[in-house]
Protein backbone atom coordinates (compact mmCIF):
# COMPACT_ATOMS: atom_id res chain seq x y z
CA UNK A 1 0.00 0.00 0.00
CA UNK A 2 1.19 3.29 -1.07
CA UNK A 3 2.03 6.08 1.88
CA UNK A 4 -0.57 8.08 0.80
CA UNK A 5 -2.90 5.59 1.23
CA UNK A 6 -1.71 4.42 4.53
CA UNK A 7 -2.27 7.73 5.78
CA UNK A 8 -5.66 8.24 4.81
CA UNK A 9 -6.48 4.74 6.01
CA UNK A 10 -5.32 5.40 9.62
CA UNK A 11 -6.89 8.99 9.67
CA UNK A 12 -10.28 7.46 8.47
CA UNK A 13 -9.98 4.60 11.57
CA UNK A 14 -8.64 7.09 14.35
CA UNK A 15 -11.72 9.65 12.86
CA UNK A 16 -14.04 6.93 13.41
CA UNK A 17 -12.52 5.70 16.75
CA UNK A 18 -12.86 9.21 18.07
CA UNK A 19 -16.53 10.05 16.70
CA UNK A 20 -17.45 6.65 18.92
CA UNK A 21 -15.72 7.65 21.80
CA UNK A 22 -17.13 11.17 22.04
CA UNK A 23 -20.59 9.73 21.26
CA UNK A 24 -20.54 7.32 24.31
CA UNK A 25 -19.02 10.19 26.23
CA UNK A 26 -20.17 13.45 25.61
CA UNK A 27 -23.64 13.43 26.56
CA UNK A 28 -22.81 12.38 30.22
CA UNK A 29 -19.93 14.47 30.51
CA UNK A 30 -19.82 17.20 33.16
CA UNK A 31 -17.45 20.20 35.02
CA UNK A 32 -17.07 20.33 38.28
CA UNK A 33 -17.81 24.01 39.81
CA UNK A 34 -14.63 26.65 40.48
CA UNK A 35 -13.37 26.17 43.46
CA UNK A 36 -14.89 28.21 46.16
CA UNK A 37 -12.18 30.78 48.56
CA UNK A 38 -12.57 27.67 51.67
CA UNK A 39 -11.82 24.51 49.35
CA UNK A 40 -8.83 22.75 49.83
CA UNK A 41 -7.74 19.41 48.44
CA UNK A 42 -9.43 16.34 50.26
CA UNK A 43 -7.52 13.62 51.85
CA UNK A 44 -9.62 11.24 49.56
CA UNK A 45 -10.95 11.57 46.08
CA UNK A 46 -14.34 13.31 45.82
CA UNK A 47 -17.02 10.71 45.14
CA UNK A 48 -17.98 12.60 41.95
CA UNK A 49 -15.73 14.46 39.96
CA UNK A 50 -15.70 15.69 36.44
CA UNK A 51 -16.64 13.69 33.55
CA UNK A 52 -15.06 15.86 30.95
CA UNK A 53 -12.88 13.02 28.04
CA UNK A 54 -15.30 10.44 29.58
CA UNK A 55 -17.64 9.04 32.36
CA UNK A 56 -14.95 6.59 33.81
CA UNK A 57 -12.46 9.28 34.00
CA UNK A 58 -14.83 10.94 36.46
CA UNK A 59 -15.24 7.79 38.71
CA UNK A 60 -12.25 7.16 41.58
CA UNK A 61 -9.79 4.87 41.17
CA UNK A 62 -7.92 3.18 38.52
CA UNK A 63 -9.50 2.86 35.55
CA UNK A 64 -8.24 0.12 32.85
CA UNK A 65 -9.61 -2.03 30.35
CA UNK A 66 -7.54 -5.03 31.09
CA UNK A 67 -8.03 -7.76 28.43
CA UNK A 68 -5.96 -11.01 26.78
CA UNK A 69 -2.81 -9.39 25.39
CA UNK A 70 -2.50 -6.01 27.99
CA UNK A 71 -0.18 -6.13 29.82
CA UNK A 72 -1.30 -5.68 33.31
CA UNK A 73 -0.09 -1.86 35.17
CA UNK A 74 2.38 -1.56 37.57
CA UNK A 75 1.45 -2.77 41.20
CA UNK A 76 3.72 -0.13 43.17
CA UNK A 77 2.44 3.02 42.05
CA UNK A 78 1.47 5.27 45.13
CA UNK A 79 0.52 8.92 43.50
CA UNK A 80 -2.95 10.39 44.30
CA UNK A 81 -3.30 10.73 40.59
CA UNK A 82 -2.29 10.22 37.22
CA UNK A 83 -3.16 9.54 33.07
CA UNK A 84 -1.77 7.75 30.05
CA UNK A 85 -2.94 9.08 27.26
CA UNK A 86 -1.31 8.82 23.57
CA UNK A 87 -0.52 12.36 21.77
CA UNK A 88 -1.79 12.18 18.78
CA UNK A 89 -4.93 10.51 18.72
CA UNK A 90 -6.20 11.83 22.50
CA UNK A 91 -7.27 8.80 23.69
CA UNK A 92 -6.58 7.63 27.95
CA UNK A 93 -5.39 4.27 27.75
CA UNK A 94 -5.65 4.53 31.55
CA UNK A 95 -6.05 6.41 34.10
CA UNK A 96 -6.12 6.68 38.21
CA UNK A 97 -8.17 9.60 39.99
CA UNK A 98 -7.90 11.68 36.79
CA UNK A 99 -10.12 14.69 37.69
CA UNK A 100 -8.69 14.82 41.43
CA UNK A 101 -7.96 18.31 41.93
CA UNK A 102 -4.88 19.03 43.32
CA UNK A 103 -2.45 21.14 44.07
CA UNK A 104 0.02 21.55 40.84
CA UNK A 105 3.54 23.21 41.89
CA UNK A 106 5.24 23.81 39.14
CA UNK A 107 3.58 21.90 36.39
CA UNK A 108 1.03 25.00 36.37
CA UNK A 109 4.08 26.91 34.45
CA UNK A 110 2.82 24.55 31.43
CA UNK A 111 -0.39 26.65 31.64
CA UNK A 112 1.22 30.08 32.16
CA UNK A 113 3.82 29.24 29.07
CA UNK A 114 1.08 27.89 26.93
CA UNK A 115 -0.94 31.23 27.32
CA UNK A 116 2.36 33.78 27.11
CA UNK A 117 4.66 32.15 24.80
CA UNK A 118 3.16 33.48 21.55
CA UNK A 119 3.64 37.09 23.06
CA UNK A 120 6.58 38.46 22.91
CA UNK A 121 9.19 37.68 20.23
CA UNK A 122 12.41 35.64 21.75
CA UNK A 123 14.95 38.74 20.74
CA UNK A 124 13.08 40.88 22.17
CA UNK A 125 15.00 42.17 25.37
CA UNK A 126 13.63 43.67 29.00
CA UNK A 127 15.73 45.40 31.74
CA UNK A 128 14.49 44.29 35.14
CA UNK A 129 13.20 46.37 37.62
CA UNK A 130 12.52 45.79 41.65
CA UNK A 131 8.69 45.76 40.94
CA UNK A 132 9.42 43.06 38.51
CA UNK A 133 10.93 40.48 41.22
CA UNK A 134 8.59 41.98 44.29
CA UNK A 135 5.92 39.38 44.25
CA UNK A 136 8.30 36.13 44.11
CA UNK A 137 7.36 34.00 47.15
CA UNK A 138 9.55 33.14 49.55
CA UNK A 139 11.43 29.99 49.20
CA UNK A 140 10.38 29.95 45.47
CA UNK A 141 12.79 28.48 42.99
CA UNK A 142 14.79 30.41 40.96
CA UNK A 143 16.90 31.27 37.98
CA UNK A 144 19.03 33.64 39.54
CA UNK A 145 17.70 36.98 37.47
CA UNK A 146 19.32 40.27 39.22
CA UNK A 147 18.01 44.00 38.81
CA UNK A 148 18.79 46.20 36.58
CA UNK A 149 20.19 43.67 34.13
CA UNK A 150 18.72 42.75 30.85
CA UNK A 151 17.62 39.79 29.85
CA UNK A 152 16.28 38.46 26.43
CA UNK A 153 12.48 37.16 26.14
CA UNK A 154 14.46 33.67 24.96
CA UNK A 155 16.58 33.64 28.16
CA UNK A 156 13.61 34.33 30.32
CA UNK A 157 12.05 31.26 28.60
CA UNK A 158 15.28 29.02 29.27
CA UNK A 159 14.58 30.01 33.18
CA UNK A 160 11.22 29.40 33.54
CA UNK A 161 11.51 25.84 31.77
CA UNK A 162 15.25 24.28 32.97
CA UNK A 163 15.41 26.09 36.14
CA UNK A 164 11.59 26.22 36.88
CA UNK A 165 12.37 30.21 38.08
CA UNK A 166 9.94 31.94 39.95
CA UNK A 167 11.70 35.12 39.11
CA UNK A 168 11.75 34.46 35.75
CA UNK A 169 7.75 33.55 35.66
CA UNK A 170 6.92 36.79 37.24
CA UNK A 171 9.25 39.60 34.70
CA UNK A 172 7.20 37.89 31.92
CA UNK A 173 3.81 38.27 33.82
CA UNK A 174 4.68 42.13 34.83
CA UNK A 175 5.48 42.47 30.56
CA UNK A 176 2.19 41.22 29.97
CA UNK A 177 0.51 43.65 32.22
CA UNK A 178 0.82 42.37 35.41
CA UNK A 179 0.38 39.38 37.84
CA UNK A 180 -3.60 39.82 37.54
CA UNK A 181 -3.99 39.93 34.45
CA UNK A 182 -1.53 37.05 33.53
CA UNK A 183 -3.67 34.66 36.24
CA UNK A 184 -6.93 35.66 34.52
CA UNK A 185 -5.57 35.01 30.80
CA UNK A 186 -4.34 31.55 31.82
CA UNK A 187 -7.63 30.83 33.81
CA UNK A 188 -9.30 31.76 30.28
CA UNK A 189 -7.48 29.92 28.40
CA UNK A 190 -7.71 26.69 30.88
CA UNK A 191 -11.84 27.23 30.42
CA UNK A 192 -10.43 27.71 26.18
CA UNK A 193 -8.55 24.09 26.60
CA UNK A 194 -11.51 22.63 28.80
CA UNK A 195 -9.10 21.69 31.51
CA UNK A 196 -11.96 22.80 33.99
CA UNK A 197 -10.52 21.34 36.65
CA UNK A 198 -8.00 23.91 36.50
CA UNK A 199 -7.87 27.55 38.63
CA UNK A 200 -4.78 29.67 38.82
CA UNK A 201 -4.06 31.88 41.43
CA UNK A 202 -0.57 32.57 40.85
CA UNK A 203 1.09 32.39 37.88
CA UNK A 204 4.48 30.17 38.86
CA UNK A 205 2.22 26.81 40.35
CA UNK A 206 3.34 28.54 43.94
CA UNK A 207 1.46 27.04 46.82
CA UNK A 208 -1.25 29.87 47.00
CA UNK A 209 -5.16 28.80 48.38
CA UNK A 210 -7.74 27.64 45.63
CA UNK A 211 -4.97 26.82 43.35
CA UNK A 212 -5.85 23.34 41.63
CA UNK A 213 -5.48 21.30 38.62
CA UNK A 214 -5.89 17.54 37.88
CA UNK A 215 -3.56 14.77 36.32
CA UNK A 216 -6.25 14.68 33.34
CA UNK A 217 -6.08 19.10 32.97
CA UNK A 218 -2.27 18.83 32.80
CA UNK A 219 -2.27 16.05 30.47
CA UNK A 220 -4.59 18.34 28.06
CA UNK A 221 -2.54 22.03 28.83
CA UNK A 222 0.35 19.55 27.86
CA UNK A 223 -0.85 18.74 24.65
CA UNK A 224 -1.66 22.17 23.59
CA UNK A 225 1.95 23.27 24.53
CA UNK A 226 3.62 20.89 22.76
CA UNK A 227 1.87 22.06 19.44
CA UNK A 228 3.69 25.73 19.63
CA UNK A 229 7.17 24.96 18.54
CA UNK A 230 9.27 27.01 21.02
CA UNK A 231 7.32 25.35 23.75
CA UNK A 232 9.04 21.85 22.70
CA UNK A 233 12.09 23.76 22.07
CA UNK A 234 12.14 24.73 25.40
CA UNK A 235 10.85 21.56 27.32
CA UNK A 236 13.44 19.93 25.67
CA UNK A 237 16.12 21.49 26.40
CA UNK A 238 19.14 19.49 28.59
CA UNK A 239 21.35 22.48 29.17
CA UNK A 240 21.89 25.89 28.34
CA UNK A 241 24.03 29.23 29.26
CA UNK A 242 22.34 31.76 31.19
CA UNK A 243 23.37 35.29 31.52
CA UNK A 244 25.03 36.30 34.87
CA UNK A 245 25.42 39.39 36.43
CA UNK A 246 27.22 42.77 34.98
CA UNK A 247 31.07 43.01 37.27
CA UNK A 248 33.80 44.88 36.79
CA UNK A 249 37.01 42.89 35.90
CA UNK A 250 40.30 43.73 37.02
CA UNK A 251 41.10 46.53 34.46
CA UNK A 252 37.81 48.24 35.88
CA UNK A 253 36.05 47.20 32.13
CA UNK A 254 32.37 46.04 33.08
CA UNK A 255 31.87 42.43 31.88
CA UNK A 256 29.04 39.80 31.90
CA UNK A 257 29.43 36.37 32.27
CA UNK A 258 27.49 33.35 31.90
CA UNK A 259 26.36 30.61 33.99
CA UNK A 260 24.84 26.99 32.74
CA UNK A 261 21.41 25.87 33.89
CA UNK A 262 20.42 22.31 33.48
CA UNK A 263 16.76 20.80 33.33
CA UNK A 264 15.06 19.47 36.64
CA UNK A 265 13.41 17.41 34.63
CA UNK A 266 15.08 13.95 36.09
CA UNK A 267 14.03 11.82 32.95
CA UNK A 268 15.55 14.38 30.46
CA UNK A 269 18.73 14.95 32.35
CA UNK A 270 18.94 12.00 34.54
CA UNK A 271 19.95 11.94 38.18
CA UNK A 272 22.07 9.50 40.84
CA UNK A 273 19.37 7.44 40.99
CA UNK A 274 17.45 7.42 37.99
CA UNK A 275 18.77 7.54 33.88
CA UNK A 276 17.55 9.35 31.19
CA UNK A 277 14.52 7.76 30.00
CA UNK A 278 14.42 6.45 26.03
CA UNK A 279 12.93 8.74 24.27
CA UNK A 280 11.67 11.79 26.74
CA UNK A 281 11.25 14.96 25.59
CA UNK A 282 10.09 16.88 28.31
CA UNK A 283 7.52 18.10 29.67
CA UNK A 284 7.48 19.94 33.24
CA UNK A 285 8.37 18.56 36.96
CA UNK A 286 7.05 20.56 39.84
CA UNK A 287 7.27 20.36 43.96
CA UNK A 288 6.32 22.31 47.32
CA UNK A 289 5.22 21.72 50.41
CA UNK A 290 1.33 21.33 49.61
CA UNK A 291 1.65 19.53 46.18
CA UNK A 292 4.20 17.68 46.71
CA UNK A 293 5.87 16.04 43.69
CA UNK A 294 4.36 16.39 40.50
CA UNK A 295 5.21 15.77 36.82
CA UNK A 296 3.67 15.34 33.21
CA UNK A 297 6.29 13.88 30.69
CA UNK A 298 6.13 13.27 26.63
CA UNK A 299 8.14 10.54 25.21
CA UNK A 300 8.05 8.93 21.84
CA UNK A 301 9.20 5.65 20.81
CA UNK A 302 8.78 3.40 18.10
CA UNK A 303 6.46 5.91 16.46
CA UNK A 304 4.34 6.16 19.52
CA UNK A 305 4.05 9.35 21.02
CA UNK A 306 2.95 9.17 24.82
CA UNK A 307 1.69 11.88 27.71
CA UNK A 308 2.14 10.95 31.24
CA UNK A 309 0.80 12.89 34.31
CA UNK A 310 2.01 12.08 37.42
CA UNK A 311 0.15 13.84 40.96
CA UNK A 312 1.93 13.67 44.72
CA UNK A 313 3.08 9.68 44.94
CA UNK A 314 2.69 8.80 48.45
CA UNK A 315 6.16 6.94 48.46
CA UNK A 316 8.45 9.15 49.78
CA UNK A 317 11.46 7.99 48.23
CA UNK A 318 13.86 10.19 46.13
CA UNK A 319 13.27 11.40 42.57
CA UNK A 320 9.54 8.87 43.20
CA UNK A 321 7.19 10.90 40.25
CA UNK A 322 10.08 10.35 38.05
CA UNK A 323 10.40 6.59 38.41
CA UNK A 324 6.09 6.20 38.79
CA UNK A 325 6.33 8.11 35.57
CA UNK A 326 9.22 5.89 33.93
CA UNK A 327 6.61 2.73 34.86
CA UNK A 328 3.87 4.29 33.01
CA UNK A 329 5.68 5.26 30.37
CA UNK A 330 6.63 1.60 30.21
CA UNK A 331 3.34 0.16 30.65
CA UNK A 332 1.69 2.64 27.82
CA UNK A 333 3.95 1.89 25.38
CA UNK A 334 3.21 -1.79 25.71
CA UNK A 335 -0.29 -1.72 25.81
CA UNK A 336 -0.62 1.31 22.95
CA UNK A 337 -2.63 -0.94 19.94
CA UNK A 338 -3.56 -3.31 22.44
CA UNK A 339 -5.90 -1.51 25.19
CA UNK A 340 -9.39 -0.12 24.67
CA UNK A 341 -9.19 3.40 25.98
CA UNK A 342 -10.95 4.67 28.96
CA UNK A 343 -11.85 8.22 27.84
CA UNK A 344 -10.36 11.08 25.71
CA UNK A 345 -8.14 14.23 25.65
CA UNK A 346 -11.18 16.58 24.87
CA UNK A 347 -10.27 19.41 21.94
CA UNK A 348 -10.54 23.35 22.48
CA UNK A 349 -13.79 25.22 23.07
CA UNK A 350 -13.21 27.05 19.39
CA UNK A 351 -11.81 23.86 17.69
CA UNK A 352 -15.14 23.15 16.22
CA UNK A 353 -15.56 26.69 14.89
CA UNK A 354 -12.35 26.81 13.48
CA UNK A 355 -13.16 25.61 9.99
CA UNK A 356 -12.01 22.25 9.04
CA UNK A 357 -8.93 23.95 7.03
CA UNK A 358 -5.54 21.92 7.00
CA UNK A 359 -3.13 24.21 9.25
CA UNK A 360 -5.96 26.00 11.43
CA UNK A 361 -3.92 26.36 14.39
CA UNK A 362 -1.14 28.37 15.32
CA UNK A 363 2.63 28.63 14.35
CA UNK A 364 3.05 29.19 18.31
CA UNK A 365 6.48 30.72 18.12
CA UNK A 366 7.34 33.33 20.37
CA UNK A 367 6.05 36.65 19.51
CA UNK A 368 2.81 36.16 17.67
CA UNK A 369 1.05 33.49 15.47
CA UNK A 370 1.66 32.78 12.31
CA UNK A 371 0.87 29.80 9.17
CA UNK A 372 0.66 26.57 10.81
CA UNK A 373 3.85 25.02 11.05
CA UNK A 374 4.53 23.16 7.65
CA UNK A 375 5.35 19.41 7.82
CA UNK A 376 9.08 19.18 7.70
CA UNK A 377 12.39 16.46 8.45
CA UNK A 378 13.22 17.07 12.27
CA UNK A 379 16.27 19.34 12.43
CA UNK A 380 18.37 16.34 14.39
CA UNK A 381 20.95 17.45 16.56
CA UNK A 382 20.81 21.06 15.83
CA UNK A 383 20.91 23.09 19.15
CA UNK A 384 18.44 25.63 20.32
CA UNK A 385 19.18 29.38 20.48
CA UNK A 386 21.23 31.05 23.34
CA UNK A 387 23.80 28.60 24.06
CA UNK A 388 21.61 25.07 24.65
CA UNK A 389 23.77 22.21 24.09
CA UNK A 390 22.36 18.89 21.84
CA UNK A 391 19.39 17.46 22.95
CA UNK A 392 18.11 21.17 23.31
CA UNK A 393 16.32 20.94 20.50
CA UNK A 394 13.34 22.25 18.77
CA UNK A 395 11.35 18.82 17.98
CA UNK A 396 10.13 19.06 14.22
CA UNK A 397 7.03 17.79 12.95
CA UNK A 398 6.90 15.23 10.65
CA UNK A 399 3.24 15.46 9.26
CA UNK A 400 -0.28 15.58 9.53
CA UNK A 401 -2.37 18.79 10.25
CA UNK A 402 -5.03 19.48 12.61
CA UNK A 403 -8.31 17.96 12.00
CA UNK A 404 -10.88 19.45 12.61
CA UNK A 405 -14.61 17.14 12.46
CA UNK A 406 -17.49 18.69 12.35
CA UNK A 407 -19.58 16.37 15.29
CA UNK A 408 -16.75 18.88 17.42
CA UNK A 409 -14.04 16.17 18.23
CA UNK A 410 -10.72 16.72 16.99
CA UNK A 411 -7.56 14.45 16.63
CA UNK A 412 -3.91 15.71 16.54
CA UNK A 413 -2.06 13.69 13.60
CA UNK A 414 1.59 15.04 14.10
CA UNK A 415 4.25 13.44 16.05
CA UNK A 416 7.21 14.89 18.09
CA UNK A 417 10.48 12.61 16.79
CA UNK A 418 13.67 13.40 19.16
CA UNK A 419 16.69 14.15 18.29
CA UNK A 420 19.04 11.13 17.72
CA UNK A 421 21.09 11.96 20.62
CA UNK A 422 17.99 11.55 23.31
CA UNK A 423 17.27 8.14 21.08
CA UNK A 424 20.45 6.73 21.84
CA UNK A 425 20.45 7.63 25.84
CA UNK A 426 18.47 4.30 26.60
CA UNK A 427 17.43 3.27 30.25
CA UNK A 428 20.00 0.69 31.37
Known sequence: MSAPKKTVRRSLLVTSAVLSSLA??????????KPSPSTSPSATPPANMSTVGG????????????????????KDLTARSWVV?????????????????????????????????????KTMEHKVVPSDLADVGTGSSMVGIKEGETY???????GVFLRSGNDAVHVLSKM?????????????????????????????????????????????????GLQKKDFREYCSTVTAKFPGETKKNKKGKSVRDSFEIQNTNRLLSGDSDISVYQGIAGVKNGNTTNAGATFTGVAER???????????????????????????FDWGFQ?????????ELVPPKSAAQAGAQPGANDSGEAGGAGNAEKSATPAVGASAAG???????????????????????????????????VRRRSRP
Not at 99 to 110: F, G, Q
Open 302 to 328: NGKVLLVTVMNPEKSEHNEVYKETAKL
Open 24 to 33: LTAPVSYAAP
Open 152 to 158: SVHDLWL
Open 335 to 343: AAGKVQPVG
Open 85 to 121: ADAESGDVLAAHNAHWRLPPASTMKMLFADTVLPKFP
Open 387 to 421: GSTGIGVALGITGGVLVLLAAGAFLINRRWPLPDL
Open 176 to 224: NGGIDNTVKEMNEHAEELQALDTYAVSPDGYDAPRQVSSAYDLTLIARS
Open 55 to 74: ERLGQPGTQVNLASGVPVLP
